[in-house]
């Protein structure tokens, strides 16, 4: 069965930074790409980041660019969410994802597994 857990969600300050961690078990890691994804009150829930299998491909949602940096450890089953310069709209349930497509998607749907979440707030 595949278990994926995020960690290191909370409350900050705008400006300051969080680290996101998603560590998965129950799965071939390293044949798996991983996604972030994000779902604000009264709001859908959103593409964030995804890495490739490899960890060498990242893509970030516009909101995003040039705050947040993804990467994982395959030999920790580990993909990790840097958020720096964080915004009151970054507030948000963060989840992880797998999929076993290559360089991963921006599409929920190509996903087959999900964690339970972790809630970053961030206050102005």
């Known amino acids: 069965q595949v278990h994926l857990v995020e960690s290191g969600g909370g409350l900050v300050q705008a400006g300051g930074s969080l680290r996101l961690s998603c560590v998965a078990s129950?799965?071939?890691?390293?044949?798996?790409?991983m996604g972030w994804f994000r779902q604000a009150p009264g709001k859908e829930r959103e593409f964030v980041s995804r890495i490739s299998r490899s960890g060498y491909t990242t893509y970030y949602a516009d909101s995003v660019t040039g705050r947040f940096t993804i990467s994982r450890d395959n030999a920790k089953n580990t993909v990790l969410l840097q958020m720096n310069n964080l915004e009151p709209e970054d507030t948000a349930v963060y989840y992880c994802?797998?999929?076993?497509?290559?360089?991963?998607?921006?599409?929920?749907?190509?996903?087959?597994?999900w964690g339970q979440g972790t809630q970053v707030t961030v206050s102005s």
């Open positions: 994802a797998a999929t076993t497509t290559v360089y991963g998607s921006d599409l929920q749907g190509d996903y087959s597994s």
């Open positions: 129950g799965l071939a890691f390293g044949l798996h790409a």
